[in-house]
C-alpha cells in the first residue's frame, strides 16, 4: 500500500468515527439502555447473516462481570486478506469503515439486519475497546481497537483447528450513560431470533451471576407460534405451516386457531419485528380470508351466494400466527420504520399462501371445519356487536348530552393539553374529582373490576356499562370498523388503581383493554399509569411521601435517631385515603407527579404476559408468576 492511499484510508475512518461519537443515536436510534443492548444486536446479526448463508450453526453470547459482551460463531470467520480498494485486511474495514457491510463482497447475500442495520464499525466506535479473534485456515488471527481507531495490526497467532469469529467489546461509558446489561432483555431477543432461525443454536451466558440459557428450535416459527400458545386452548394441533421461495423471497408462515377471540399475529422481515405491518401482512390477511371463503363455498359449509361470505376479521379470531420473509433490499417505512414497503412481498406471500392453504384445508377436512364454524361464529357475533354499537349510538343521539354521568369532564376541548384519569372506585374518584385542575384534567370514576376482556367477545364486551363508560368518555370508538384515533378526546389516558393486589388487577385488566382493543393508544404512547405513594412520613410538621419501599428504608435512615420516636409512618391501601390536596400534590400534579408510559417493546412478549394473566390456563399462569415474580408480584390473579 502507498503512504498515500493509507493516509485516504486513514482520514475516511477517522471522519467516519467522528460522525458516529458525534450523533451516535443516529446510528442506533438512542444512547439509553435501548442502544446500549442494540450494540449486541448489531454483533449478533453479523453471525445471523453467517448462519442464513449456511456456515454457522452456533451463536454464543457471554455479558462479562465487567458489563463488556462476547459474541461468537462458528462461521468461515471474517476474511482477513487485503481487500482489494481500501488495502487493509477485509476485517478491518469491517470493523472500521461505516457502513461496510456483507454487501462490498458483491457475492454475499445479506438479509439480516436490525432496524438500524448500521454494522460492526459503530459499534466499534461507541466502545472504549473492542478485541477481534478470527479462527480461520487452521490460524488464529487478532485485533484490538479503541473508540473505533485500531490500536494493533492484524496479527496472525496460534493454530486452531477451530472456525468462527469473535467479537469482544466494552460499551464506551462517556457515551453510554446506564451501560449495565440486563441479561432478560438480551435473552429474549435471543429467543426470537431461535425461532426465528430454525436449528441455530443460540447461547447466553451472564458471567455475574452465571445464569445461562440456550435456545434451538428445530420447529422454527412452529414451535414459536406453540410457545405464543401456551396459555391458550388450541383447535387443532400441530400449527399449520407454510414455506416456499416465490419471486426469490423466501417465506415462512406457521398459523394455530384458539379458543379466544384474539388475534395475535406477528410480522417479521430479516427477522425484525414489522410492528407497523406492510406487505407481507396485507398479503397474508388476503390470502388467508380468500382460502377459508372459497374452501368454505366449495365444500357447501357456507352456500354460494349466501351473503355470510367471512370477513377478515372473522377468519382472524383466535389465531395465532407468525410470517417470516427474507428481502434482499428491504424498505422498511412508518413512524418507527417498522412497515414493510416492498411491494413484490404482498404478491409473493399471498400467491405461496393462496396456493398451500387450500391444499392443506383439501388434505385436513375435519380441521378446516372446525376453523370455519369458529369463524362463521365470530361473524354472527360481529354482526351482534354491529346491532349493540348501533343501538348505543342511537341512544346516546337521543340523550341531549352523550358522555357518562360520571364523567367529571375538563374545561378544555383541546386533547393536546388534557388528560383523562381512570380512577378506582368512588371515593378516590370524589377525591380525584375535587383535588384535579379541572382546566384540562377530567376524572372517570370506575367501579369494581372491569370484565376480563381476554374471556369475552365485542359484543360481550359492549353490553358492559363500566367498558361502554370508557368507550363514550374517550370518544374514539371501538373494533376495526369503528376505532378512529382522531376522535379522541384527551392527550393522555392515566390509570389510577390502589397500590394492592386488587388494584393491580384493574390496571391489568384496563391494560388487557387497551392493548386488544384499542391497540393504536398503546402504540401511540397515550397510556399512562399513576404512581401513587405507599407511604407517608410524618416528621413532626413536615410530611414526605414514598413511592417505593426502598426510598421509604433511605428516607427513614435520613432521619437521626432521636427523632425516630416521632415518627408516624403510614401506608396507604388505598387511593382513597388520601384527601384531594394530598392526591393532587403525590399522584396528579403534572408538576411533581411521576406517570409511566405503557411501551410495548415486544409484541411478543406483551401478548404471552396478557395471555397468561387473564386467560384460562392455570399452570401456564403459575408457571409465568413463579418465573416473574419480581414484576408481578402484586398481580393478583
Ligand atoms: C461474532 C460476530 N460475527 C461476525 O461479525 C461475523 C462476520 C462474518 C463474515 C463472514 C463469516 N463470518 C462472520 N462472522 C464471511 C466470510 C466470508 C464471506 N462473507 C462473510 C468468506 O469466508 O469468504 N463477514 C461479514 C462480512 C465479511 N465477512 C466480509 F465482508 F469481510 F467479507
Redesign the pocket.
Known amino acids: 500500500m502507498s503512504p498515500k492511499d493509507y493516509t485516504a484510508q486513514n482520514i475516511q475512518v477517522l471522519k467516519g468515527l467522528e460522525a458516529v461519537r458525534k450523533r451516535p443515536a443516529m446510528y442506533i436510534g438512542d444512547v439509553t439502555s435501548r442502544g446500549l443492548h442494540h450494540l449486541v444486536y448489531e454483533?449478533?446479526d453479523?453471525?445471523i447473516?453467517?448462519a442464513l448463508?449456511g456456515?454457522?450453526t452456533i451463536?454464543n453470547v457471554v455479558i462479562g462481570k465487567d458489563n463488556s459482551i462476547a459474541?461468537?460463531?462458528n462461521?468461515?470467520?471474517?476474511?482477513t486478506d487485503m481487500h482489494p480498494v481500501e488495502k487493509i485486511p477485509?476485517?478491518e474495514?469491517?470493523m472500521t469503515v461505516l457502513h461496510?457491510?456483507?454487501k462490498?463482497?458483491k457475492?454475499?447475500y445479506k438479509v439480516s439486519g436490525g432496524l438500524h442495520g448500521v454494522g460492526?464499525s459503530v459499534v466499534n466506535a461507541l466502545s472504549e475497546w473492542c478485541h477481534v479473534e478470527i479462527y480461520?485456515e487452521g490460524f488464529t488471527y487478532n485485533q484490538s481497537y479503541e473508540r473505533g481507531i485500531a490500536k494493533t495490526k492484524v496479527e496472525k497467532g496460534k493454530a486452531t483447528s477451530k472456525q468462527?469469529?469473535?467479537?469482544h467489546f466494552l460499551p464506551d461509558n462517556t457515551i453510554f450513560k446506564d451501560t449495565e446489561y440486563h441479561f432478560d432483555i438480551l435473552a429474549k431477543r435471543l429467543k426470537e431470533l431461535a425461532f426465528l432461525n430454525k436449528n441455530l443454536e443460540i447461547n447466553i451466558l451472564d458471567e455475574r451471576d452465571d445464569h445461562k440459557e440456550n435456545y434451538k428450535y428445530e420447529g422454527g416459527i412452529i414451535e414459536f407460534v406453540e410457545y405464543l400458545d401456551e396459555g391458550r386452548s388450541p383447535i387443532h394441533k400441530p400449527p399449520i405451516y407454510i414455506e416456499g421461495i416465490r419471486e426469490e423471497i423466501p417465506v415462512e408462515i406457521s398459523l394455530q386457531y384458539n379458543s379466544s377471540y384474539t388475534e395475535n399475529i406477528l410480522s417479521y422481515c430479516n427477522n425484525v419485528n414489522t410492528v407497523e405491518g406492510g406487505s407481507h401482512l396485507s398479503g397474508f390477511k388476503s390470502a388467508l380470508t380468500r382460502s377459508l371463503n372459497s374452501y368454505a363455498q366449495k365444500n357447501g359449509i357456507i352456500k354460494t351466494g349466501d351473503k355470510t361470505t367471512l370477513s377478515g376479521e372473522d377468519v382472524r379470531e383466535g389465531l395465532t400466527a407468525i410470517i417470516s420473509v427474507k428481502v434482499a433490499e428491504p424498505q422498511f417505512e412508518g413512524q418507527t420504520k417498522t412497515k414493510l414497503g416492498n411491494s413484490e412481498v404482498r404478491g409473493a406471500v399471498e400467491s405461496l399462501l393462496n396456493e398451500k392453504l387450500l391444499d392443506y384445508l383439501e388434505m385436513n377436512p375435519s380441521i378446516a371445519r372446525k376453523i370455519i364454524e369458529k369463524s362463521i361464529q365470530a361473524a354472527r357475533a360481529r354482526e351482534a356487536a354491529r346491532n349493540a354499537r348501533e343501538l348505543t349510538r342511537r341512544k346516546s343521539a337521543l340523550e341531549s348530552n352523550s358522555l357518562p354521568g360520571k364523567l367529571a369532564d375538563c374545561s378544555t376541548n383541546d386533547p393536546e393539553e388534557s388528560e383523562i384519569y381512570l380512577v378506582e372506585g368512588d371515593s378516590a374518584g370524589g377525591s380525584a374529582k375535587q383535588g384535579r385542575d379541572r382546566r384540562f384534567q377530567a376524572i372517570l370514576p370506575l367501579k369494581g373490576k372491569i370484565l376480563n376482556v381476554e374471556k369475552a367477545r365485542l359484543d360481550k364486551l359492549l353490553s358492559n356499562d363500566e367498558i361502554k363508560t370508557i368507550i363514550t368518555a374517550l370518544g374514539t370508538g371501538i373494533g376495526s370498523e369503528d376505532f378512529d384515533i382522531s376522535k379522541l378526546r384527551y392527550g393522555k389516558i392515566i390509570l389510577m388503581t390502589d397500590a394492592d393486589v386488587d388494584g393491580s388487577h384493574i390496571r391489568t385488566l384496563l391494560l388487557t383493554f387497551f392493548y386488544r382493543y384499542m391497540n393504536e393508544l398503546v402504540q401511540q404512547g397515550k397510556v399512562y399509569i399513576a404512581q401513587p405513594p405507599l407511604y407517608k412520613i410524618k416528621n413532626g410538621k413536615s410530611e414526605t411521601y414514598a413511592y417505593t419501599e426502598t426510598e421509604k428504608d433511605s428516607l427513614l435512615q435520613k432521619i437521626e435517631e432521636e427523632e425516630k420516636r416521632k415518627i408516624v409512618l403510614q401506608r396507604y391501601k388505598g387511593l382513597g385515603e388520601m384527601n384531594p390536596e394530598q392526591l393532587w400534590t403525590t399522584t396528579m400534579d403534572p408538576e411533581t407527579r411521576t406517570i409511566l408510559k405503557v411501551s410495548v417493546e415486544s409484541a411478543f412478549d406483551a401478548d404471552l404476559i396478557f395471555t397468561t394473566l387473564m386467560g384460562d390456563e392455570v399452570e401456564p399462569r403459575k408457571k409465568f408468576i413463579e418465573e416473574n415474580a419480581k414484576y408481578v408480584k402484586n398481580l393478583d390473579v
Not at 468462527?164 to 467479537?167: C, D, H, N, S, Y
Request: aromatic share 6%; proline share 3%.
Open positions: 454483533i449478533v453479523n453471525s447473516d453467517e448463508a456456515f454457522a451463536i459474541v461468537e460463531d462461521g468461515r470467520g471474517i476474511p477485509a476485517v474495514v469491517i461496510a457491510g456483507g462490498f463482497d457475492s454475499s460492526a480461520r468462527g469469529t469473535k467479537v
